[in-house]
């Protein structure tokens, strides 16, 4: 392997000496970067999900055409390939692979999207009105195969406190700079970057972060704060970094209120109550976050209420039309092709070519030709009764699943309950979303979501088995001392 890599980044280096002969000497450097980063990565399959997540936080700062394909898919690639070789199936037995009911869901939930991939349907992929082209292949890759195979892999790879350490820091430093990004949109224009989030916005009045988009910038915010509180008020960490974590709470709380996007205040708000409730050891910010909310809401009660967003107002009713066209397209379009749906990536057509009016007291025109405004009724048309079968057997496993282990989990410390929990509530989080967003078209915030559920379930289990876990790259060095679970009870 490591021959093989020299050999590559060798004939590269000459390759490219040959193009741009002026330019040896820094090449050469960005060689040897990016080699040890691949030699890393291929080592440490942690390290590997980091570079992953940061390919993916930053897909569209990166400018089209600067690499032949976005770094995002060899860095997926290069996590399967790290596992794999952490793994070494070579020195596996027969029958030491073993498949689960959540394995088995979503093998079967993948191979549904592949086979609707690649079976004619009676309208092409993707939006009619919109010139730009739609990869199929890439939505299932993003929207499908690479959040849940994350699942799948954290519940093997982040199975040690190191590793867990890392996955926290490594969304909290994300949050951190989509917060300061979206605070600077309106505060300090000339600091951003990328430069596309203040030279052409999508939503120029709300804070859309290093994804250009409010929701999904949002949903972050929201995953941040929580990991951020957990963080700040246990001691696990040094005072220094506790303060930290701290900032990067209320800042991604004031961002959270930049989006100006009802969804996220909503999942937002909702975590922020059960937290308050159930956040046993920890809720005290969670309080002091309710109040402060509380009492902002009823002194702007009459801007919250009103029409105007770009205020802080959640009366629009434009968007709520929008979203009760697409539900009316969708239960039309239900009956119609109810086992295998219209084909996956094709509710754009169908919203074109059938859209349909909720009620006359909604215009007509609202919602027309879009995608699906609700995860699963978008799944239902597109992948039929079969496809969201699969996909709600999926949450609701993985539900039970994260508060089991929860609850064996101990109280008291940053990676026990408290984990569990908030795991748990940045699911909720993400299924609100859901509720008003065809989550599919999310990358970032879904893959750092099913990690973390994949990641606080494989620690659990590491943890029942009363056995060092296994080391990978450089926690192989500093073994962890395992700890047994205290005795399940309910989660308070």
Same mark, same amino acid.
């Given at each position: 392997m490591a021959a093989g890599i020299l050999g590559g980044a060798a004939i590269a280096t000459l390759g490219l000496a040959v193009l741009v002969p002026g330019q040896v000497g820094p090449l050469l450097f960005l060689v040897a970067v990016g080699l040890v980063a691949v030699v890393l990565g291929l080592h440490d399959p942690v390290v590997a999900c980091v570079y992953l997540l940061g390919t993916t936080l930053f897909r569209l700062a990166i400018p089209t055409g600067t690499?032949?394909?976005?770094?995002?898919?060899?860095?997926?690639?290069?996590?399967?390939?790290?596992?794999?070789?952490?793994?070494?199936?070579?020195?596996?037995?027969?029958?030491?692979?073993?498949?689960?009911?959540?394995?088995?869901?979503?093998?079967?939930?993948?191979?549904w999207n592949v086979l609707s991939m690649v079976t004619a349907h009676a309208y092409p992929a993707g939006a009619p009105l919109d010139p730009e082209p739609f990869s199929v292949v890439r939505f299932v890759l993003i929207g499908t195969v690479m959040p849940l195979s994350m699942f799948l892999l954290g519940r093997r790879l982040f199975i040690t406190e190191r590793a867990l350490r890392v996955l926290l820091w490594s969304i909290l430093a994300a949050t951190a700079y989509s917060a300061a990004v979206s605070i600077f949109q309106f505060a300090a224009p000339q600091l951003v970057w990328p430069r596309y989030i203040v030279d052409d916005p999508n939503w120029p009045e709300r804070a859309v972060g290093v994804f250009n988009q409010p929701v999904v910038n949002g949903l972050v915010l929201t995953v941040g704060f929580l990991i951020a509180m957990l963080i700040a008020f246990h001691d696990r960490e040094r005072p220094a970094l506790r303060a930290l974590a701290g900032v990067i709470a209320l800042a991604s709380l004031y961002a959270v209120y930049l989006t100006h996007t009802r969804v996220v205040w909503l999942s937002f708000a909702t975590v922020v109550v059960i937290s308050s409730v159930v956040a046993k050891g920890f809720r005290t910010g969670f309080v002091l976050t309710l109040i402060s909310m509380v009492v902002a809401v009823v002194a702007g009660w009459s801007t919250f209420t009103s029409a105007d967003r770009e205020a802080g107002g959640v009366g629009s009713p434009s968007e709520i039309q929008d979203r009760l066209n697409t539900a009316a397209t969708s239960f039309?379009?239900?009956?119609?092709?109810?086992?295998?749906?219209?084909?996956?990536?094709?509710?754009?057509?169908?919203?074109?070519?059938?859209?349909?009016?909720?009620?006359?007291?909604?215009?007509?025109?609202?919602?027309?030709?879009?995608?699906?405004?609700?995860?699963?009724?978008?799944?239902?048309?597109?992948?039929?009764?079969?496809?969201? #079968?699969?996909? &709600?057997? %999926?949450?609701?496993?993985?539900? *039970?699943? /994260? !508060?089991?282990? #929860?609850?064996? &989990?101990? %109280?008291?410390?940053?990676?026990? *309950?408290? /984990? !569990?929990?908030? #795991?748990?509530?940045?699911? %909720?989080?993400?299924?609100?979303v859901g509720l008003t967003v065809d989550l599919r078209y999310f990358d970032f915030p879904n893959i750092v979501v099913m990690l973390l559920a994949g990641a606080t379930i494989g620690w659990q289990q590491a943890q029942a088995r009363g056995t060092p876990a296994p080391q990978s790259g450089a926690s192989a060095r500093a073994p962890e001392v395992a700890w047994r679970p205290t005795q399940e009870v309910v989660l308070t």
């Open positions: 690499f032949p394909v976005d770094p995002f898919l060899p860095a997926f690639a290069g996590v399967i390939v790290s596992t794999w070789l952490w793994g070494r199936p070579w020195q596996r037995r027969p029958g030491m692979i073993r498949l689960d009911p959540i394995a088995c869901a979503i093998g079967s939930y993948i191979a039309w379009a239900f009956p119609r092709e109810p086992f295998t749906g219209w084909g996956i990536g094709r509710f754009a057509a169908v919203n074109t070519y059938h859209h349909q009016q909720w009620s006359p007291a909604v215009p007509w025109e609202r919602g027309f030709g879009i995608v699906s405004h609700f995860d699963s009724l978008g799944v239902l048309v597109e992948l039929g009764s079969l496809g969201l #079968a699969l996909w &709600l057997v %999926i949450l609701v496993l993985i539900y *039970r699943r /994260l !508060g089991r282990a #929860a609850r064996r &989990l101990p %109280i008291g410390d940053m990676y026990g *309950r408290a /984990l !569990g929990l908030t #795991a748990i509530l940045c699911l %909720i989080a993400q299924s609100i």
